[in-house]
Every structure is written in C-alpha cells, then in structure tokens.
C-alpha cells in the first residue's frame, strides 16, 4: 500500500538572490499527528535544508512559530495537518511585517513600539528590599491577568488590518500589555504610558474589527483591552476639563 502524502506549498525569499517572493512545492508523508511545523521541520531536516522559518519550544509558549496557514495567521505547531488533509497546505510569512528570508520576518517595528508603551512596573518610588515584596490579592491579580498571557507572537499584527494600512499604529499586542500595567496594583506608571497610548496612533487608530482577539491562541483579547484603554483616556480628558489641575486619575 502506498504511503499517504501532502503536499506543502512554502514561501521561499533569498535575498540577493529573490527579486520577490515565490511559493516552492514540497510533497512530504502525511502523519495525522503532525502538525504544520512537523511538516517543515520534515522539510529541512529530509527534503530541503536551505529551508528557514522560526521555531522553539513546539508547545505554544514561545510565539516564534507564527506564520500564514492558508491565508490565516496560525501558530504551526498547533495548526494539525489533519484539519487541512487531502488539501494542499500554503504556508507563509505573516503578512503585514517585511520578510528577511523565506518565513522569517523582520519584527523591529512590534519591539520599537512594545517599549514606547513601557510594559514593566514602574514606581514613583521604590520601598527598600528588606520591607519586602509588593503583596497582591487574587482579586488585584484577576483584575489583568488574562492581558499578561501574551506570548508575542505577531499573530495579531498579521490580522489587524489597521496595522496593514497604518504601519505608525501602535498595534494590538503592545496596547494590550499597556493595559496590563495601567491595571496592575502595583504600578504607578498609567501617566508616564498616557501620551504614547492616548495618541492618533494609539488606541483611536483601532477600529474594533476584532479580528486580533480572533486569532490570538492565548485568549489575551487585545481588542477588549484596546476598548478599555478608550474609555479610561476619555475619563482622564472629562476630568481634565473638569478639574485642569489635578482631574487626571
């Protein structure tokens, strides 16, 4: 009996040596526990070892896996071939992010942006280490856990489709860590991430497709966050008018 096959169609970009992108044909074995990164791992370690793409810990943590998967933005270790077999399977670069060679793009701009909204605990002032840590209920924790569990991995960007027209947006993932911090019991940093957040490439680019919480594997809802930074700017621009000299919460 013949061994059952799929067929991978992959993005390949050598700069120096590509004018564009092109997609490149792969027939490899089908293993309906495979998932899409399997696949290419397959592909560089038998058919192709010019092949490059990211990847670490095959468990969707690390984020660096994220690529197109016919024309979605997925993690590939956790895209099963099973969900796309007979069917051949196009594998690309995420979209919306310049490539640097065949799957791996260029993620500057995402780390530029993250460290303008300053996503680390900042204090006015720092107590002393023999007082202790900083203690935290479950309550205070619940309040932003579920925007700390993002793991970076661009699949928002490659969804948003206000990142694609407006490069300057600050993005969904970095907004949504900024969020994490302003609700963060311990910080005292919302003023110092106010003028980058608040700005016209900031939350009032987003226009509430959704489409990033959609495809985040994590649940983060940068969308949700983004919502929240709105509201909580139009608060602090009420009381602003209200109370010019101290109306800012």
């Known amino acids: 009996m013949s061994e059952e096959t799929i067929t991978l169609n992959v993005t390949r970009f050598r700069p120096g040596q590509d004018s564009e992108p092109v997609l490149q044909s792969y027939t490899i074995p089908y293993r309906k526990d495979w998932v899409v990164l399997d696949a290419l791992n397959h592909i560089k370690d038998w058919v192709d ?25 997925k993690l590939t270790c956790s895209a099963f071939l099973r969900e796309y077999y007979p069917n051949p399977v196009t594998v690309e670069p995420l979209v919306n992010f310049p490539v640097m060679r065949d799957l791996v793009v260029d993620m500057s701009d995402f780390m530029d942006k993250l460290k303008s909204v300053k996503p680390w605990l900042i204090r006015e002032e720092e107590k002393p280490v023999s007082e202790g840590e900083y203690l935290q209920s479950p309550a205070q924790l619940g309040v932003y856990k579920q925007f700390s569990l993002c793991i ?46 608040a700005s016209n490439e900031g939350t009032w680019d987003c226009t509430f497709v959704g ?3 959609v495809v985040c594997p994590k649940h983060v809802d940068p ?24 109306g800012r919460a």
């Open 49 to 73: 070892q010019t092949l490059s793409y990211r990847w670490s810990c095959r468990m969707g943590v690390c984020g660096s896996c994220g690529m197109m998967v016919n024309g979605e933005p």
């Open 211 to 213: 489409e990033c919480s």
């Open 152 to 197: 970076n991995c661009m699949l928002c960007y490659a969804a948003c489709p206000v990142y694609g027209l407006e490069p300057d947006f600050i993005g969904p993932a970095a907004l949504a860590l900024a969020h994490r911090y302003n609700e963060d019991s311990r910080d005292q940093g919302k003023e110092q991430r106010r003028e980058v957040i």
């Open 223 to 246: 969308a949700a966050a983004i919502q929240r930074l709105k509201v909580d700017n139009t608060k602090s621009w009420i009381k602003s008018l209200l109370l010019p000299k101290g």
